[in-house]
């Protein structure tokens, strides 16, 4: 769960330095998160809430199936792993996500840009998983 802690704070750095940079300020990923919520499980309108589940999702789901699939996932050392690990992630949110926060399948009502985002967000974070997980099994 330490990995999946860290993974999820590095691409939430990524995130918040995006928008504070300006880069596509209309895609945020925290706020499909928000609506998403609200959607299907009628929480009130939170930004700190959807924040809250975003970590606790990357810290203690995906950091949880991390370590308990890593020996299932192809490749030989955790980078890989990881890298497939993030693969799947992204994958399993395109489908889940994204159509409760009403963006239809993989989020293309957002158009093509969230897809892509978003597969580049889930790969850092796969690998960063994969290394900080590994480090502390002793192996890279």
Known sequence: MMAGFVATFVVSMILVLR????????????????????????????RELAWGIHFAVGTLIWGFLYGLLTP?????TH??????????????????????????????????IAPLSMLLAHVVFGLVIGAVYGRTRGVV
């Open 72 to 76: 299932y996932l192809p490749g030989r």
């Open 19 to 46: 928008l504070a940079a300006g880069i596509m300020p209309w895609y945020d990923p925290i706020e499909i998160m928000n609506l998403a919520m609200q959607d299907a499980f009628e929480t009130p309108d939170s």
């Open 79 to 112: 980078l890989r792993r990881g890298l497939a690990f993030g693969l799947i992630s992204w994958l399993v949110v395109m489908v889940t996500v994204f159509p409760l926060a009403g963006s239809g399948l993989f989020g293309l009502g957002f158009g093509a």
